[in-house]
């Protein structure tokens, strides 16, 4: 069975949990699939113990709605699922309701690579209720993952101090989606390149990458195998140094880089894959600048992350270019998001908006009502605060923001503060008005906002915590939901 061939298809409607399809079922048969909700999709705490995250995956979620809608194999299958009493668990009826179903929905979403903070709406879906559950499961599975590995490449970005960032990530990525999806994060989180050649087909990433250790072993001396490649490949040689003895290995580096010279060629760099990576680099950083190699770049690999290069880097490394894969990838230290998109407003056609709230033994899951946008203050030196506000509310000025952790913390912005409103139209009934910015745009985007916010909130350890609170009005109104759920009256 080729599965790879059989996953990628036209159709991935069924790429949800099936809770949603029965859930979808029971709207349809008790007649309540007619009315439409509101639903946020966020995360409660920021990823790695840091400071922010950077938003992620809006890429994918176009190209997963645009063409949204049942094929007939997927409703071969839908018929052949059972209840608990053997008999089909969804009716032909139904069936046949799916096969006509199509993205009607609105869609409003934080352009790809926006810094966001807790419990700030990445995206909101209003419409029928129907659709809008449906895409909760593949919404999730598309934003959470890619604004991880968007927001590790940021600080593994941010610890390389302005040097390069190379992913490496394909080999040890989860899967081929998962090395496509990476490849696009690690971009747009500010690494300059990828390994990944189908990646910078599909996407438009620069893809980079010289040799590995198997084409020196397949020569019988190391000095041969560098000039081999030097003669086959003289416009791309960054030699692999560490196969047997490093710094030897850089000593046979620089002859061949004589060679090339002398050629109209140029030895771009040596690579460092493995031992004391600090030492290393000083140590073949004064081997290629006595052979008159001043301008050749060290590039280090060997599991690297954001920690690893700051130490490196605090130790007089003498790195210039860093090529980070499998703890980018695998976002290794915190392996999920935990993002959740939750129902925050109902109603029939027409009509008012029912504000609903889920409560929780945890504060923290307490969810927030509202149809949701959040505005970015800001003034001459940056970004002031953020607050979240419901827009059939509005937000009175001069707005004072609560914060959700600790309702004591008020602040107050004044009247004529600018401002910026993160969430932008991208599906209005169904259809795409958004076009997405060029890749390096994207990837701009990211360091420009990064500039603009308080350098504590990229801090590794203790990160800076910037301001992000509800509109008082909205606080207000989810206190009275809180209370009337609990039977507490005034």
């Known amino acids: 069975m080729n599965a790879l061939r059989k996953l990628y298809r036209d159709s991935l409607c069924l790429a949800t949990d099936l809770y949603q399809l029965t859930m979808a079922y029971a709207y349809w048969k008790s007649g309540t699939g007619r009315k439409e ?5 966020f995360f409660r705490t920021a990823p790695f113990r840091g400071g922010y995250a950077i ?5 994918s979620v176009l190209d997963y709605l645009r063409d949204w809608r049942f094929h007939a194999d997927d ?25 006509k179903l199509r993205f009607t929905c609105d869609m409003d979403a934080m352009p790809e690579g926006t810094v966001v903070f807790p419990n700030e709406p990445l995206l909101r879906v209003t419409g029928p209720i129907i659709e809008a559950q449906i895409l909760e499961t593949p919404l999730l599975n598309l934003m959470n993952y890619q604004t991880l590995v968007a927001t590790k490449s940021a600080r593994v970005c941010h610890a390389a101090r ?40 599909l996407l438009g990433i620069p893809v980079r990458g010289t040799h590995a250790h198997s084409w020196v072993m397949s020569f019988d001396d190391e000095l041969e195998s560098f000039e081999a490649y030097a003669r086959a490949m003289p416009n791309n040689c960054v030699f692999l140094v560490d196969t047997f003895d490093t710094l030897e290995g850089v000593r ?44 050749a770049v060290i590039v280090a690999s060997n599991d690297l992350d954001e920690q690893i ?50 409560l929780s033994e945890q504060p923290i899951k307490v969810s927030t009502p509202g149809i949701q946008q959040v505005r970015r203050f800001f003034n001459e ?39 910026t409103d993160l969430l932008v139209p991208v599906f209005r009934k169904g259809k795409q008005v958004y076009q997405p910015p060029a890749p390096e745009r994207t990837r701009q985007h990211v360091q420009e906002q990064l500039n603009r916010f308080h350098p504590g909130i990229k801090r590794f350890v203790n ?15 989810k206190m009275k939901l809180i209370l009337k759920a609990r039977g507490v009256k005034k």
């Open 55 to 59: 938003a992620c995956g809006l890429g």
């Open 381 to 419: 030196s940056g970004f002031v605060a953020d607050m979240i506000y419901d827009i059939e509310r509005g937000a009175k000025k001069p707005a004072t923001i609560v914060d959700p952790s600790d309702l004591t913390k008020r602040r107050r912005m004044d009247a004529k503060m600018k401002f």
């Open 252 to 295: 046979k580096a620089v002859k061949v880089g004589r060679w090339l010279r002398q050629h109209g060629h140029k030895m771009a760099g040596i690579r460092l894959d493995s031992g004391d990576l600090a030492f290393l680099s000083i140590e073949a950083r004064k081997i290629l600048d006595a052979g008159g190699f001043k301008d």
């Open 75 to 99: 409703l071969d299958f839908l018929a052949t699922l059972q209840g608990n009493d053997g008999k089909a668990l969804f009716e032909k009826e139904f069936l046949q309701y799916l096969r």
């Open 463 to 477: 990160p800076h915590r910037y301001p992000v609170g509800l509109e008082k009005g909205l606080h207000d109104l």
């Open 37 to 41: 909700a509101a639903f946020n999709l």
């Open 309 to 358: 290069i700051e130490s490196l880097k605090d130790q007089g490394a003498t790195i210039a270019m860093w090529g980070v894969g499998t703890k980018l990838v695998t976002a290794y230290d915190q392996p999920a998001l935990g993002g959740v998109y939750k129902l925050a407003a109902i109603r029939n056609p027409g009509h008012k908006w029912q504000y609903k709230i889920k």
């Open 162 to 201: 302005g040097e390069p960032v190379l992913e490496f990530g394909l080999r040890r990525a989860q899967g081929m989606d998962g090395a496509l999806s990476a490849s696009w994060a690690a971009y747009v989180g500010g690494c300059a390149a990828t390994s990944n050649v189908l990646a910078g087909k």
